[in-house]
């Protein structure tokens, strides 16, 4: 079965600053990897995702994030952060069972951003 | 606007009572899910459902029912059997793809607390 880490439960930025936030799985199999955002008392909102092709995906709010395949990584990425991308991130990975594909979530991530 | 409607947002329950989350879509989508979520445990799949009247059982069914009678209706009951049912819960919806990624929609999420 897969497993998620997210390694960092809390992670504390200035505004403006730059913040990578750490994602790992366990399998090396061919996976899709997904981040959500969670802002308070609301759903989750789908970043971005990772299917197949390039490594590097795009996602909104000005967030990236890099698929390693040999490091099992999908790290998040925003070079510059604001106050409002105070939230809850998760990880997400997809999971094969009895031929349905479900998605495993990390532990979640909270990013406090501050002036 | 399409999306997933989750109701009540709020929820207060006396030990013993069952209770029940409605869930309603209108995007049309074929399999719907519900996910619980504890602080710093992430989500955690309870039931999900491909298609009308069949349903499977997720990670932590236990304690939990659910039915799909209609495309756009995938209704939770928490039973009396649940030893922890406070805790925020989600509901989610996506297409079917066959070998591609299912890529959840989420909605506003239904937060239970029992006395």
């Known amino acids: 079965a897969q497993s998620v880490t997210q390694l960092d439960s809390q992670v504390p930025v200035f505004e403006e600053a730059p913040v990578e936030l750490r994602c790992n799985y366990s399998?090396?199999?061919?996976?899709?990897l997904f981040w959500y955002v969670q802002y308070p008392n609301q759903g989750l909102q789908l970043l971005l995702k990772?299917?197949?092709?390039?490594?590097l995906v795009k996602g909104i709010n000005g967030f990236e994030a890099e698929f390693n395949k040999s490091q099992t990584s999908f790290h998040l990425r925003k070079p510059s952060v604001h106050i409002s991308d105070t939230a809850e991130y998760f990880c997400?990975?997809?999971?094969?069972?009895?031929?349905?594909?479900?998605?495993?979530f990390g532990t979640g991530t909270r990013l406090l951003v501050s002036p | 606007d399409g999306g997933i409607t989750q109701s009540p947002k709020y929820l207060f329950r006396k030990e013993g009572q069952n209770v029940t989350l409605s869930c309603e879509q209108n995007?049309?989508?074929?399999?719907m899910y519900w996910y619980r979520q504890d602080p710093g445990q992430g989500l955690r799949l309870i039931y999900y459902?491909?298609?009308?009247?069949?349903?499977q059982k997720g990670d932590i069914a236990e304690g939990y029912s659910v039915s799909r009678e209609k495309k756009e209706s995938f209704p939770l009951t928490v039973t009396s059997a649940q030893k922890n049912p406070t805790a925020f819960y989600l509901c989610?919806?996506?297409?079917?793809?066959?070998?591609?990624?299912?890529?959840?929609?989420f909605g506003a999420g239904s937060r239970l607390t029992v006395l």
């Open positions: 989610a919806s996506s297409i079917l793809t066959m070998g591609g990624a299912n890529v959840l929609t």
């Open positions: 399998s090396s199999v061919s996976v899709y």
């Open positions: 990772y299917l197949s092709g390039s490594t």
């Open positions: 997400a990975v997809s999971e094969w069972d009895t031929g349905f594909q479900k998605l495993v």
């Open positions: 995007l049309n989508h074929d399999a």
């Open positions: 459902s491909q298609i009308v009247n069949d349903f």
